[in-house]
């Protein structure tokens, strides 16, 4: 079975794990079957490389109050911006599933790398702020009831990223350790946006 290590690891914490996939059907990204075959090819190539998994944060209350049909625009939105900022030799874009993304980088600048995330989770929040009306967009909350008939308070759309940067001539074979530690990276970067860890 090829959908092993990272994809596996990644999609733990949802408890959602699907077959392979060559393609994305809503996106039209690469789907899981290819990430891992791509990962498995990263990890044993020479040059400095980044992973960058993606993940929308408050995805399921913007779902329920605005309509999976937003959802569905938000997460087309955000493959587009994937293509026009990571489109170019060298990335590679993935679609694990719902709103989960992954980009990996061969000949990583890192510096670079690192704007041009930041640039993606700019443009999705200045695009999903369009959502809210003008109260909801100064107070950056939005106030509905959850899944118990709770009156709550939810932060709003927002995409969060946690980046591994793997120095040059390190040769990586283990993919397990390498989703375990975006798994922590992620839980990290569900408070500061863009959490980041470099391998040496």
Known sequence: MLLIGLIATLLWMRGELKYAKEINPLTQLNGNNRINKYLHHLLKHHKDRMIIYFDFDNFKPF??????????????????????????????????GGDDFIVMVENAHFDKVVEEIQAIQKDFVDYTQTFYDDETQQKGKIFMKDRFGVEREFEILSVSAAAIHIRQDLIILDEQSIGELIAILKKSAKITKLSVASIL
Request: aromatic content about 20%.
């Open 63 to 96: 779902n329920d109050h605005f309509g999976f049909e937003k959802g569905d625009e938000v997460i087309l939105f955000f493959s587009k911006l994937l293509k026009e900022i990571f489109g170019q030799k060298g990335y590679f874009i993935g679609h694990i």
